[in-house]
């Protein structure tokens, strides 16, 4: 059967068959999915549970519709467009502004190579950590995931049955992925670890929460005498920094400039428009909020205000030292003595405070989860995590390999897609160095500020697509009230996002950190400015 005619008659069944005859189609939106369900939203989610617990359940769901309705509206520009020149990049370049266009190029660049690094330290962690590798020298571990990804991604850059290979990897690093967290809930449901009316409570939004203290630090907080303001602060500026880091890592900025090619690479048209939306919501949004809430679940149980959880020690220390300095301006200048002195007669209410709200990594976790899942504990996390570091690395170069062909003015070319894709990976292989101490800090901040001001920027380009008749022409969609309002919210959202971002970086004590604030928050103001004062010029030009 041909294509469109295939496509014509599952458009003519029900949902349930919709369903059926559109996974077994699916692909970008598992693409999707892969590059989401890293790093960035292991943590968020990890933080998440044990500074909100189940409070915040809502919040990444939330995060991820608004993507989902920017990247439908994505999929509909790339696929009403049949000519390569009218890809979505020249088209923000022709109709919006060129600006712009680059901007986005860039900072998914910028994203891609920065934290793809991070994706290589986290399968690395998992390997010694949690599967039994801890004498495996790091170097090694990088070494084989630098080669494994090169060679998926040279197959994937090929046509025919080899470029199909990747999309079954990345399928089953993404099953993999869902079913490892959801193993855990259920059995944590087994066992009557979960409080369920909280659970529940957690899913329904509560914008309040975003601006105070979770409840269940109330207690402890008046318990804390002249230091209570210090808490108060400190988990409200915590809280702040999660909520952005969980929200930004849902859709980022990369993931805006993947699909129109991983939809190209398809070679789906116009007549895959409602099989893209399916792929969205089956391919994304489904293993996402699987993921990411069984993780959230999962740290909630174990962790979420209780003073008596497992805690990495140098995570404990580092929140009760913020306490110390509060007390003494110069505490991390005393020698050593003085401050394990200080550190153990600070009064108990603060040492249960910075127990409760001690960062948790994996392997905290799966040491909590012990008495429930037994020795398998360990491995059910480092597959689990090890499949989310290897499927967000490969996608990471892909939108590279993407982002730099389409620099140089071809986009897909095999020679310049491989030479983009393999950068991500080399700063990937130097993980080691490039992912900690003073040169992380020396990027991460950078980086993360370029990807959270251009985010909304991204999602005002396609909300101005949306709407322009020289862009779209016939395609034009003709009642778009209701498409205006929802890519409308999913901006205003993205956009307080950003600023809400923008000014705790201004706020912080960290003299670089304030000038990349400052500048994030004039950039995001003047982009948006000129997106729409160009679009409206070229619009009746």
Not at 67 to 86: F, N, Q, R, W
Not at 209 to 220: E, G, V
Not at 313 to 340: G, P
Request: glycine share 8%.
């Amino acid at each position: 059967m041909r294509e469109d005619k295939r496509l014509k008659d599952i458009a003519s069944k029900g949902f349930f068959q919709k369903l059926i005859l559109y996974t077994r189609m699916s692909g970008p939106g598992w693409i999707q999915a892969a590059v989401t369900l890293g790093g960035g939203t292991l943590v968020g989610a990890l933080y998440l549970g044990v500074i909100g617990g189940y409070q915040f359940l809502w919040l990444q769901p939330l995060a991820m519709l608004c993507g989902i309705v920017m990247l439908s509206a994505i999929s509909y520009v790339t696929l009403s467009k049949d000519k390569l020149e009218d890809r979505p990049f020249e088209l923000a370049k022709k109709h919006v502004s060129p600006l712009l266009a680059w901007g986005w190029l860039i900072a998914t660049i910028v994203a891609n190579v920065v934290f793809c690094a991070a994706q290589f330290a986290l399968g690395a962690d998992a390997i010694q950590g949690n599967l039994g590798g801890g004498g495996v020298n790091p170097y090694v571990i990088t070494s084989i995931l630098f080669v494994i990804s090169l060679f998926l991604i040279w197959l994937f850059s090929g046509e025919g049955k080899a470029s199909k290979i990747i999309d079954t990897v990345i399928k089953s690093l993404v099953a993999i992925i869902v079913l490892a967290f959801m193993g855990v809930v259920i059995k944590l449901m087994w066992s009557q670890a979960i409080d369920w009316s909280a659970l529940f409570s957690g899913l329904i939004p509560d914008f309040s929460a975003l601006f105070r203290p979770t409840d269940s630090y109330q207690t402890y907080v008046s318990e804390a005498g002249a230091y209570s303001s210090f808490w108060n602060d400190y988990i409200s500026n915590s809280q702040r920094n999660i909520i952005i880091g969980a929200f930004g890592t849902a859709v980022g900025i990369n993931m805006t400039f993947l699909l129109p090619y991983s939809l190209m690479k398809k070679k789906w048209k116009k007549e895959h428009r409602e099989l893209a939306r399916y792929d969205l919501f089956l391919g994304l949004l489904i293993p996402f909020i699987l993921g990411a809430s069984c993780l959230i679940i999962s740290t909630a149980s174990q962790f979420h205000a209780k003073k008596d959880g497992i805690v990495n020690e140098s995570a404990y220390h580092q929140v009760l030292d913020n306490r110390l300095q509060a007390e003494h301006a110069n505490f991390f200048s005393f020698d050593k003595n003085k401050i394990t002195q200080l550190r153990n007669n600070v009064p108990q209410v603060d040492k249960d405070l910075s127990v409760m709200l001690a960062k948790r990594n994996a392997n905290d976790l799966a040491k909590a989860l012990t008495p429930f899942l037994g020795n398998w504990s360990q491995w059910i996390f480092g597959i689990g995590i090890l499949a989310m570091a290897l499927s967000t690395m490969l996608v990471h170069m892909m939108m590279n390999g993407y982002a730099v062909s389409e620099a140089l003015g071809q986009p897909g070319q095999r020679k310049l897609f491989l030479l983009g894709a393999s950068i991500p990976a080399l700063t990937g292989l130097f993980s080691p160095i490039i992912w900690a101490g003073t040169v992380k800090a020396a990027l991460v901040v950078p980086a993360s500020v370029i990807a959270t001001t251009l985010l909304p920027i991204a999602y005002l380009v396609f909300l101005l697509l949306m709407n322009s008749k020289k862009a779209l022409g016939e395609e034009l969609p003709k009642k778009r009230l209701l498409i205006n309002v929802l890519m409308g919210v999913a901006t205003l959202i993205a956009f307080f996002a950003s600023y809400w971002a923008l000014v705790g970086k201004y706020q912080s004590n960290n003299i670089y950190e304030q000038r990349f604030g400052l500048v994030g928050i004039i950039g995001v103001t003047l982009l948006a400015l000129i997106g729409v004062f160009s679009f409206f010029k070229k619009e009746k030009g």
